[in-house]
């Protein structure tokens, strides 16, 4: 290791209390789900607010709308995070004790698996109530960045999903086993701040851009053309640092160091990669129908 950074001393909780003999403390993650979605909530109120940028300067979403929705959606990525968890990364640990899938509290959700609850519920609600799906996929993609960013940093300051080793002068001695675990160096090692990065790409860089699209070229008159750039944007970011992202642990062996999901002879995709990788292609054709379907618009 030629250089690192000490890991900086912040608690995982901002303060508790003791009532009654019960502890009650708020942790930052749960404060960036909750500034996050404030955030967000804000921003698509404030693109609604604004006719001119919709199709038919006609928002699809009135203000009761997006409050309803915010509890489908909320319920979709706490269900959808916590069964992708279960489904993509621990199947056969949680098939020998089926009731540890429930202890939410222990940790383990996964974004792809909180993406397919947040399009499931946005999808019922959308044909429930006769609203334009495309649109609202939209304005669901732009309310995300912010708690992407906000997200990752609790997951850094939470000293977890740490990146892979590194003698890169920014590399981090993270607390507990992730300094002792690496292979080939001797002492204390340095990893990845794989978390920032994410932060930096899926929420910092991504949100700036959907703002631009939005703000100043448009982009929600074009139902579906906001939602694929944040697919393809999410996808790439999300490929990009698994490079430098540590693996889950049941992953990794002596034949599959990397921790390749998938391999044939030392090349292979990760969990991460794999799961992105519809999401690009997926981005991709939904521009290019977003585009198909405003270029046949009567003028």
């Given at each position: 290791m030629l250089a690192a950074i000490p890991f900086p001393d912040i608690s995982p909780e901002i303060f508790s209390i003791s009532i009654g003999g019960f502890d009650f403390a708020l942790r930052w993650y749960a404060m960036a789900?909750?500034?996050?979605?404030?955030?967000?909530?804000?921003?698509?109120?404030?693109?609604?607010k604004q006719p001119a940028l919709w199709p038919n300067n006609t928002p699809p979403l009135t203000r009761q709308q997006i409050d309803d929705l915010l509890m489908w959606l909320v319920l979709g990525v706490?269900?959808?995070?916590?069964?992708?968890?279960?489904?993509?990364?621990k199947p056969m640990e949680y098939l020998q004790d089926p009731l540890a899938i429930f202890m939410v509290w222990e940790g383990g959700m996964a974004f792809h698996g909180g993406f397919l609850g947040v399009i499931l519920a946005a999808y019922i609600y959308c044909r429930r109530y006769d609203i334009p799906k495309l649109s609202v996929g939209d304005a669901i993609a732009l309310a995300t960045p912010p708690g992407l960013l906000l997200g990752r940093i609790a997951n850094f300051i939470n000293a977890e999903l740490w990146g892979r080793p590194t003698d890169l002068p920014w590399g981090v001695i993270f607390p507990g086993r992730a300094a002792q675990n690496?292979?080939?160096?001797?002492?204390?090692?340095?990893?990845?701040?794989?978390?920032?990065?994410?932060?930096?790409?899926?929420?910092?860089?991504?949100?700036?851009?959907?703002?631009?699209?939005?703000?100043?070229?448009g982009a929600l008159r074009t139902p579906g053309l906001v939602g694929g750039v944040f697919l393809i944007g999410y996808g790439l970011a999300r490929f990009m640092v698994e490079f430098v992202r540590q693996p889950d642990a049941q992953f990794v062996s002596e034949i599959n160091p990397i921790g390749f999901y998938v391999h044939i002879q030392g090349y292979g995709l990760t969990a991460g990669q794999l799961l992105s990788l519809p999401m690009i292609i997926?981005?991709?054709i939904l521009i290019q129908y977003a585009r198909r379907t405003r270029q046949h618009e009567p003028a």
């Open positions: 789900y909750i500034v996050g979605i404030i955030i967000g909530v804000t921003l698509v109120i404030r693109a609604t706490i269900l959808g995070g916590r069964l992708g968890y279960v489904i993509f990364y690496c292979p080939d160096i001797v002492g204390l090692c340095a990893r990845h701040p794989s978390q920032l990065y994410e932060a930096l790409l899926e929420g910092l860089i991504l949100g700036a851009v959907l703002i631009y699209l939005v703000w100043r070229r997926f981005g991709i």
